[in-house]
């Protein structure tokens, strides 16, 4: 496994995002990917899974400062004492006395942006997360969460794959020091099949998913690919022993004028164009 650091957290570059795996066969699907060595496991309040994902480390056996565990709250409990009672019920969901990162799921349209940031922070000084960071937001919020914020906020959490173009919300992570966590890195399905993608996976011997994730990897970006399939877990972390060519790096950038959004809520905020 590689890692990514950023602003004092060691992330894990491959990790399971847990969205949908729920009950008895979310819970199993989560122990596979611990038994074949995920160490970085994504869940929020809104999935509610976290139970699931709690009970899959314990029966694991896996130790547990040897996971990355991230949990998320949305824009629904951004008032400060709403936020406060969510991230004491995750943590009772996933019966542990702490996350290693804790993430604003989305922004609130509502709730001004230091309110929230401010029950962020203290839920980092109360040992209730080790990190704290962000997720869906664009260059114009990240530069005012930093001004509200008194932690280091390590991560932006983004829909990332090679079909849409989030340059300059990179560059503004970078900019402030974080790590960007790629969501949806086979853009729901979408790369299998994609020309440029399968072409290049038989050059190497990998699949298309596969090229996908090490686009990301060479970018430098966490990924969390949702699986409940064993073959396709074990494929998302089979992206290390390849490297590709700077063409093929380039030709896949290329892609990224598609511009295709797969994840674009209501409540989303107004996205920075390309």
């Not at 989560?30 to 995920?38: Q, S």
């Not at 896996?62 to 409990?77: H, L, P, W």
């Not at 390849?242 to 295709?260: G, H, I, P, Y």
């Amino acid at each position: 496994m590689q890692y990514v650091d950023a602003n004092g957290a060691h992330i894990p570059q491959i990790g399971l995002g847990t969205m949908q795996l729920t009950g008895e066969a979310g819970t199993q699907a989560i122990r596979t990917a611990l038994d074949l060595g995920y160490r970085h496991l994504d869940t929020a309040a809104f999935y509610g899974n976290e139970k699931e994902n709690g009970a899959a480390l314990r029966a694991s056996g896996v130790r547990r400062d040897d996971v990355f565990i991230t949990t998320k709250v949305r824009e629904s409990e951004a008032r400060p004492d709403a936020f406060a009672r969510k991230v004491d019920e995750c943590l009772a969901n996933l019966q542990l006395p702490y996350v290693d990162l804790l993430l604003i799921h989305w922004p609130s349209k509502e709730v001004p942006i230091a309110d929230t940031i401010g029950a962020l922070c203290k839920a980092k000084k109360d040992g209730k997360a080790r990190h704290i960071g962000v997720s869906n937001f664009t260059v114009a919020l990240l530069d005012e969460a930093w001004k509200a914020t008194s932690e280091p906020l390590v991560c932006n959490q983004i829909e990332a794959h090679p079909f849409i173009n989030q340059d300059k919300v990179i560059d503004a992570c970078k900019r402030h020091g974080m790590a960007v966590v790629a969501y949806v890195p086979i853009a729901r399905g979408k790369v299998p099949g994609a020309e440029a993608l399968e072409r290049i996976g038989k050059a190497h011997g990998k699949s298309a998913a596969q090229v996908s994730l090490r686009y990301l990897v060479e970018r430098g970006m966490v990924s969390i690919p949702r699986s409940s399939n064993p073959e396709h877990l074990k494929a998302n972390l089979d992206v290390f022993d390849f490297k590709l060519s700077a063409a093929e790096m380039a030709e896949l950038k290329k892609l990224n004028d598609t511009n295709m959004r797969v994840v674009s809520p209501p409540h989303a905020p107004q996205w920075d164009t390309p």
